[in-house]
Every structure is written in structure tokens, then in C-alpha cells.
């Protein structure tokens, strides 16, 4: 592995930031160099957010991100924008209960229900986003192995860890 690039966006209030701190964060204790940037509208919660997370063994020359390896869909503007990005052996995560694909990546498209399984097991929408971690926990095929995400995931969301250990989970398993 040299860079792996992965695309975080949706809007505010669905945990596009912490991902993206919990991915990277998962990164430095595995032993990579990580990158996060984070981009948002002014509005706190609804408006546009985006999160950019870099993992290499090697130096990383720029945050930025160009192309991604991987881009996790939170809403279908997020879509929209950034779907033409992705490389050509990337991978398009989406969530089907906010993005309808209106094409088929060259790479893959791989739908996770995230939402709605965080309401079927929560009762609410709050622990979608770490169906998604533990889903491109999986998706990176051991780059990040799943005790050291789940050491990152309790760092930085140590409220409600119960939850948010077995929404891992079940995105992991999916």
C-alpha cells in the first residue's frame, strides 16, 4: 500500500466528521501516517459536510484528495458531487435510504442499509455512522485491523459505547 484515499460526505448531523476522526485515528494506531481534512457549510446541522482522510506507510505529500479509492455517499448531493471522482478500481459505499445510484461505478457500488439498521437496533438514526465505520473498516481488508478500530472508536466517542461498539459491528458484519 502506498495511499488510500477515502471520501467522506454527506450532511450535518449524520457523523461525517467523526468518521473521518475515528478513521484516521484508527490509522496512526495501526501504524500508517493519516491525514483528515473536514469541510462544511455554515449550518451546523442539514448543510453540505465533507471529510478527506489519507492512510499510507509512506510519507504523505498533500491532505487533499483528488481521486478516492473509496467514497462513502451520505446523501445524494454528496452523490451528485463527488461520484465522477472516484477512481476506476474504487469503491462507492452508499446508504440507500438517502442515494439511489444513477449509474454503475466501474469499480463497485456497495449499498449498506446503515440507517435503517441503526433504527431497527437503536431505535434512531444516531449510531447509522458507525455502521458505516465498521463497514470500511472492512471494506480496507486489514489495513486497519477491527480491535484497533474499535480502540480509536472508543478515543473519540466514548458516550454511548455499548451502541456504538455493536453498531460497529453490525457494519462490519454486514
Known amino acids: 500500500m502506498t495511499r488510500t484515499e477515502i471520501l467522506i460526505s454527506g450532511f450535518g448531523g449524520q ?9 484516521g485515528l484508527a490509522g496512526v494506531l495501526s501504524g500508517l ?3 483528515m481534512l473536514k469541510s462544511h457549510g455554515t449550518e ?16 504523505i505529500d498533500s491532505p487533499v484528495i483528488d481521486h478516492p479509492t473509496y467514497f462513502i455517499a ?4 454528496a452523490y451528485r458531487r463527488f461520484y465522477g471522482t472516484v477512481t476506476d478500481e474504487g469503491t462507492v ?5 438517502y442515494v439511489q445510484p444513477e449509474e454503475t461505478h466501474n469499480g463497485k457500488n456497495i449499498p449498506l442499509p446503515a440507517r435503517d439498521l441503526s ?10 455512522n458507525m455502521v458505516i465505520f465498521g ?3 472492512k471494506l480496507l481488508d486489514g489495513l486497519i485491523l477491527p ?16 451502541e456504538n461498539l455493536k453498531a460497529f459491528s453490525l457494519g462490519f458484519e454486514e
Open 15 to 23: 457523523g461525517v466528521i467523526r468518521i473521518g476522526q475515528t478513521l
Open 33 to 35: 501516517n493519516a491525514t
Open 44 to 59: 451546523t446541522r442539514g448543510g453540505y459536510v465533507r471529510a478527506q482522510v489519507v492512510l499510507s506507510d509512506d510519507t
Open 74 to 77: 451520505m446523501s445524494k448531493a
Open 93 to 97: 459505499l452508499y446508504d440507500p435510504a
Open 119 to 128: 433504527v431497527e437496533n437503536f431505535g434512531k438514526e444516531l449510531f447509522a
Open 135 to 137: 463497514r470500511i473498516i
Open 147 to 162: 480491535d484497533t478500530a474499535k480502540e480509536a472508536l472508543k478515543k473519540t466517542i466514548p458516550r454511548a459505547l455499548d
